[in-house]
Every structure is written in structure tokens, then in C-alpha cells.
């Protein structure tokens, strides 16, 4: 974190009231939706972390009950370096005073680009399912459905008879949290935080014509749909924050009950729960294998090549996965985050996972590079 960057925010803590303003905003739970895109990517993490555990007992002591970081999971054009924070305010009081401040302003503009700061309130009498803690302890995604109310006066039984209607489907493609909330100071603006548990459905769900249709019934226009992954960046009011596996990994290490074995050039893109990637093995054995992925919040990522090309050479043999026999099978492995290190771990069971031999614990470890 850049001293700058630090003083600016520290700064917030001397110089914000606890006063309220005439027109005070109605009570109960409120949202702040700060987002915007990374201006450095490579100190992002490290600029947010310093500066949220700075003023995190001066946030929580003004009613900042929940401060959670998402970054784009690349599902409806949401890029991965598209940055949100949602904070949940018991009440919302203070709210003007810590978003509208001068340094904050000027401390979220240098880490972002585009920044903008939303406030919303808790609509606990309209219908939904879950709550703030849905689906954690694993991955999560939270999808922003955003629009604007075309009849604000018939607006909530619109919605609540689409939300019913729309949550058994919802749910069994892993929606475990529908949330709603309308503008603080616009009765028009609408906001569904939607958490999911896997990313696998959401763009089925938000693009199916049913979920257009009540959206048609309901808005001026078709709302804007994004969708942000979880991950472990300095929280409060979240419980075990965990991040998504998206980004790019290279791996660093690859052993056989402990035993170092060669791996050439493997890396691995990530984005959201399924994909496809090129594991590249150069110099001295030009081979490209295709594969696709899928993991899931219970700690499985399975690996199952699609296509192998290669020109084979004398080092061919030495080199993980290189040969010019056909893919091997899906593998499964099991799977642990810690920060920017990803361990996949699984016991041999043979051919599969040559060089290692059967009963081994086969062991790779990777970095993320880049998000």
C-alpha cells in the first residue's frame, strides 16, 4: 500500500462526523455498492487490505456491519479486473458523512477507475430466500440486478409474485441468497444481490426468456445484470471469506510423494467454474494439450483433455503429460487456496498420473500471476 494512499484514508477517520443531516434517510439495514475498475491490478489487493484494516474500527464503529470485496467473474461482461465492495450499514446515518468525505472520495479514485458509490435500503418485507451469509464458507458469486421501476407503486407485488414463481429453478441452479433493496433516496431504483454457490447457472437463469419477460412486466428496460466472484481480501461481517479460483496460475512444482519431478510450461487461465485452457510443454518437447475444467465449491477440480498435438522429441518422455499417446482420462483433484498459492493433491491410480506410481500422493502447487 502506498503511503499516499494510506494517509488519505486515514485520514477519514479523523475528519468524519457522527452527525446526521436534516433530511434524515429511512432507517434500517442499508447497502453501499462502491465499484469501479483496477487502476493497478499487480497492488490492488495489497493498496485495499492495508487501507480497509486501517478504518475498520472507525467503519464498523459508525455502522458498517459488512464490508465484502468482489472482482469480475467474467459473466456478462463483467471483466476480471472490475472491482465492488458491498457494505452493509445497520443504519445509515453515517453514510453520507464516510462515502461523501473529500479524502475517501480521492483515496477510492486512486485505486479505481470509474469509481461510483450507490446507497440503497433493505427491503426485509419483500420477498426473498437467504441471507448475507449464504453459501459461505466456499466460493461464492454475487450477481447485481440493477434496473429501475417503471410503476414504483405496484412495484413490490410485480415483484414478489416473479421472485416466487422464479425461486425453485433458482435455487436448484445454485442460488442460495435473493436480496432485495430499493434506491435510499430514489424510489425508482431497484437492486437484487443475488448470491450463488456456483457460477455454472447464472447466465442460463438472467438469460432465460421467462426471467426477460417479468423483467419486461416490471422495468423501463432490461436490467444490467453483473456478476462478481468472492474472494479473501481484508472483510468484516463476512464469515471465512474465500476467494475464486479465476485468474492465472503457473505451475510451480509438481512431486510424487515428495519426490521433484519435471513439469516444462503449465499454466492455467480460470474463469469462473468451467472452461477450457492450453497446458504448453516447450522448450525441448513441443506439445499443446487442450483441456477443460470444472470445480465446485466442495473442493473438487476435475481436469479432462480434449486434444493433443505435438512433435515429439527425445525429452518428450521426461516432461508431465507430454507424449504423443492419446489424452489420458479425467483426473479429479482436490483443491486448497491459501492467498495466491493453489495446491491440487489427489493419489495416484495409474497411467493418468505417470510419473507418479500408483498409492503416490501426487502433489502440484501453482501461483496466480495475475487476476
Not at 521433484?260 to 510443454?281: E, K, W, Y
Not at 470445480?295 to 479432462?304: L, P, T
Not at 507430454?322 to 493453489?342: I, Q, Y
Amino acid at each position: 500500500m502506498t503511503k499516499a494512499w494510506r494517509r488519505t484514508l486515514l485520514s477519514i477517520t479523523l475528519t468524519l462526523g457522527a452527525c446526521s443531516s436534516d433530511d434524515d434517510p429511512p432507517g434500517g439495514e442499508h447497502l453501499a455498492v462502491v465499484r469501479g475498475t483496477l487502476a493497478d491490478p499487480a497492488t490492488a489487493r495489497a493498496d485495499h487490505d492495508g487501507t480497509a484494516a486501517a478504518v475498520e474500527a472507525h467503519a464498523t464503529e459508525l455502522g458498517d456491519i459488512g464490508h465484502t470485496i468482489g472482482l469480475g467473474a467474467s459473466i456478462f461482461d463483467t471483466g476480471p479486473h472490475e472491482f465492488v465492495a458491498i457494505d452493509r450499514w445497520a443504519e445509515p446515518d453515517n453514510m453520507d458523512e464516510f462515502y461523501g468525505d473529500p479524502n475517501f472520495r480521492a483515496g477510492l479514485e486512486a485505486q479505481v477507475d470509474n469509481a461510483s458509490v450507490q446507497h440503497y435500503r433493505r427491503r426485509a418485507d419483500w420477498y426473498g430466500w437467504g441471507d448475507a451469509a449464504a453459501a459461505s464458507g466456499g466460493p461464492r458469486w454475487f450477481a447485481l440486478v440493477q434496473a429501475e421501476f417503471a410503476d414504483p407503486p405496484t412495484a413490490q407485488e410485480g415483484h414478489d409474485r416473479a421472485a416466487r414463481a422464479a425461486e425453485s429453478v433458482a435455487a436448484q441452479l445454485g442460488d442460495r441468497a435473493h436480496l432485495v433493496f430499493t434506491g435510499r433516496d430514489d424510489e425508482r431504483a431497484f437492486l437484487a444481490l443475488d448470491i450463488w454457490e456456483s457460477p455454472s447457472g447464472i447466465a442460463a437463469f438472467y438469460g432465460d426468456p421467462g426471467f426477460q419477460q417479468s423483467a419486461a412486466e416490471l422495468f423501463t428496460g432490461p436490467p444490467v445484470v453483473t456478476v462478481f466472484h468472492s474472494t479473501n481480501w481484508h472483510q468484516w461481517g463476512v464469515d471465512e471469506p474465500v476467494a475464486s479460483l479465476d485468474g492465472a496460475w503457473q505451475v510451480t512444482s509438481f512431486t510424487c510423494d515428495g519426490a521433484a519431478m519435471p513439469i516444462g510450461d503449465f499454466s492455467l487461465t480460470v474463469r469462473a467454474a468451467a472452461g477450457v485452457f492450453v497446458q504448453a510443454f516447450d522448450p525441448g518437447c513441443v506439445a499443446t494439450l487442450e483441456e477443460e475444467y470444472v470445480y465446485a465449491q466442495d473442493g473438487g477440480f476435475e481436469i479432462a483433455p480434449l486434444d493433443l498435438t505435438c512433435d515429439p522429441s527425445d525429452t518428450c518422455d521426461a516432461v508431465l503429460g507430454a507424449s504423443c499417446l492419446p489424452p489420458p482420462l479425467p483426473t479429479r483433484f482436490d483443491w486448497e487456496l491459501d492467498g495466491e498459492r493453489l495446491t491440487f493433491r489427489r493419489t495416484a491410480e495409474g497411467p493418468v498420473d505417470f510419473p507418479c506410481e500408483v498409492g503416490d500422493q501426487v502433489e502440484f502447487t501453482l501461483e496466480r500471476n495475475s487476476l
